[in-house]
């Protein structure tokens, strides 16, 4: 079955580094692959997406990296702050009949200590 | 520019009642989508529709049922709720065109007692 994993684990780091976090998928072949931002007790904000024959994307602070052959994503955040603390989602989307219909990953909880 | 809004915020339902969450948006945007998410599953899509008069299934559709009149608005109907659908429930819409993601509501909480 169609599998999508973020690291279920919180990730702590200090201001100013680079955030990394993981986005792996199996047995799916998304057309695109999106990044949204979520903060405790709103909806999800829709941060970047990349097609699958991009393989950077950068906008701002924020670059995302899209490698179909290790089907993974990793979503980069330079320069860190404690405002980027937040639960960060990713979402594959295959692109089916000319729509969006897209399956998101729980989510990986990012903490930017000051 | 409001963006999607849902309606209400909060709601707590008996088991068997019913109640309808409300979805507007303003974008002019074809497709219109009903998640709920509950803690360490996710997003999980119960119904979308791909425009005015059309709705499909989704994931997680049993116990729900949705209806788009209008193109600005998405209904979503609980006809006898369970304390299983206690959850977070979302609306989101997005465009056929460009590089955009969906844009979300705020969100209902949903408590079944």
């Known amino acids: 079955s169609q599998k999508i994993e973020q690291n279920s684990e919180a990730l702590n780091i200090q201001e100013g580094k680079t955030a990394t976090l993981t986005c792996n998928y199996t047995?799916?072949?998304?057309?695109?692959l999106q990044w949204y931002r979520q903060d405790p007790g709103r909806g999800p904000v829709f941060l970047l997406l990349i097609r699958e024959n991009e393989k950077e994307k950068r906008k701002e602070r924020l670059k995302v990296t899209f490698d179909t052959t290790l089907k993974q994503s990793l979503f980069h955040i330079t320069a860190s702050q404690p405002a980027d603390s937040a639960t960060y989602l990713c979402?594959?989307?295959?692109?089916?009949?000319?729509?969006?219909?897209?399956?998101f990953g729980i989510g990986t909880k990012l903490q930017v200590i000051p | 520019n409001a963006g999607v809004t849902q309606t209400p915020k909060f709601r707590v339902l008996k088991t068997g009642q019913s109640m309808t969450l409300l979805c507007a948006q303003d974008m002019n945007h074809e497709y219109m989508y009903w998640y709920r998410q509950d803690p360490g599953m996710g997003l999980r899509l119960i119904h979308y529709?791909?425009?005015?008069?059309?709705?499909a299934k989704g994931e997680v559709p049993d116990g729900y049922n949705v209806s788009r009149l209008k193109k600005q608005n998405f209904l979503l109907g609980l006809e006898s709720a369970a304390p299983s659908q206690t959850s977070v429930y979302f609306c989101a819409s997005s465009s056929r065109q460009g590089d955009y993601g969906y844009t979300f509501g705020s969100g209902t909480r949903l408590t079944v007692v």
């Open positions: 529709s791909v425009g005015e008069g059309t709705t």
């Open positions: 979402a594959l989307d295959p692109d089916s009949g000319g729509y969006q219909k897209v399956t």
């Open positions: 047995n799916y072949s998304p057309a695109y």
